[in-house]
């Protein structure tokens, strides 16, 4: 509408239009990074079980059951009870039987939130919905992931939740996608430059390089089963496949661990 009101002056109107380039890119911008990343504080999880689960991959009978062993459902089985919160490490959908499901679940509940992991971008990115059939049934789909960050920080724990890592000394805004959803190991090249690689032949597990002070819960990894460090939390057990969905309530400890056998689907 404002660039109607000025075309008598071209000057002008090219400093308006050049304005309202400018309004739209920084809203775009500001729309992505509050996106990327997002903050969990004491507030909302203080007084709350709060537990991590594992790539879940469409597996919505297992989460039920799992949640359901932890007490954290109210009585029509699909809803989190109040005092529970649950991240979700990435990778909720494919592979498995239900995953739209999955996000209609994610989508409810307001006290579950789910980090991207390289299978939600994957849908996001995909064009013609062949390659995942299940979108076909699902139009709401790419309207639930997009709204997930690729990390969740939760202050009360100091910890972060990510889909595959993050890359040492490098701030959480900083960080790679590829390092977020992909990454498995790290390769040092000459030089000292660290680089983060998806296969496991080179380099070594990416946790060898974190020294926090976050401690880091996880998935991606299932070929490394549960993984539990002092600074890092590795929860794909691969469900899918006949193994165990696992998650964990934090602080992660010994005592904290929860999963149970899964169908083999896949
Ligand atoms: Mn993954």
């Known amino acids: 509408m404002h660039i109607f009101i000025v075309l008598d002056k071209p000057a002008k109107l090219l400093r308006v239009n050049m304005l309202f380039v400018y309004f739209i890119l920084l809203n775009i911008f500001n729309f992505c990074f509050c996106q990327r990343h997002l903050t969990i504080d004491t507030s909302v999880t203080e007084g709350k079980k709060v537990y991590v689960v594992g790539d879940v991959h469409g597996c919505l009978t297992e989460l039920l059951n799992l949640l359901k062993k932890e007490n954290l459902l109210k009585s029509d089985g699909l809803t989190m009870k109040q005092k529970s919160i649950l991240f979700m490490a990435g990778d909720t959908v494919n592979r498995g039987p239900r995953s739209c499901e999955v996000l209609d679940f994610i989508e409810r509940n307001e006290r579950v939130f789910a980090v991207r992991g390289n299978h939600e971008d994957n849908v996001l990115e995909s064009g013609s919905e062949d390659k995942y059939p299940w979108l076909k049934d699902c139009p709401q789909a790419k309207d639930i992931i997009e709204k997930f960050p690729y990390t969740y920080r939760v202050n009360q724990y100091n910890a972060v939740v990510v889909h595959a890592g993050l890359m040492p000394d490098t701030e959480i805004m900083d960080q790679e996608v590829f390092a977020m959803t992909r990454m498995r190991n790290i390769e040092r090249l000459a030089g000292g430059i660290l680089r983060p690689i998806e296969e496991t032949n080179d380099g070594n597990n990416w946790i060898a390089y974190w020294k926090g002070p976050q401690h880091i819960y ?49």
């Open 218 to 266: 996880f998935g991606h990894t299932a070929r490394r089963g549960l993984q539990t460090y002092d600074l890092a939390t590795g929860l794909d057990t691969r469900c899918y496949k006949g193994g165990r969905l696992t998650a964990v309530k934090m602080p992660s400890s010994e005592d904290h661990f929860v999963s149970i056998k899964c169908k083999k689907y896949n």
